[in-house]
């Protein structure tokens, strides 16, 4: 009985490492974009905390210089919110870019995995065929020998 035999199950197999590759480098790019936007929020409550310290500041009478200070730390806060929309656009692009090489790799493999599918309902018609007839002429034969004998 013969087996099965795919010639390009290497081809396969690199197909499929690159896909789980492709798969790990997108949830890699996920995490980091995931970082970004939780140090962009992180700004944002920083911000906010700063607003309210500079209104409870300025309703409790303090020296201006101080509300100078605080000024510039929130406008400096404002700028990193805005460096940090930068860097999010940035993620967001790589994971776009990320997402569309797995596509690329799953629709790869799945080209080679529906070629295989196709030999080996091929594979199995022919050898099923080639199991009949051996059925077939053994029947002859032991037809012809109860004719004999």
């Not at 309210?52 to 509300?67: K, M």
């Not at 870019?97 to 309902?121: C, F, H, L, N």
């Not at 037809?143 to 004998?149: D, H, L, N, R, W």
């Amino acid at each position: 009985m013969r087996r099965f035999h795919f010639k390009l199950d290497p081809l396969l197999s690199v197909r499929k490492r690159k896909e789980e590759q492709a798969k790990l480098a997108l949830g890699r790019e996920q995490l980091l974009l995931n970082n970004e936007v939780v140090e962009r929020t992180r700004l944002i409550d920083k911000k906010s905390d700063v607003l309210n310290e500079i209104h409870a500041t300025a309703r409790a009478g303090c020296h201006i210089g101080e509300l100078v200070d605080m000024d510039h730390y929130y406008q400096q806060l404002n700028w990193n919110i805005t460096q940090q929309d930068a860097k999010i656009k940035f993620a967001h692009s790589r994971v776009e870019t990320a997402r569309k090489k797995m596509v690329e790799t799953m629709r790869d493999r799945r080209i080679i995995e529906r070629i295989r599918e196709k030999k080996y309902d091929i594979w199995r018609k022919e050898f099923e065929a080639e199991e009949a007839a051996e059925i077939d002429e053994y029947a002859r034969r032991r037809a012809y020998e109860g004719m004999q004998g």
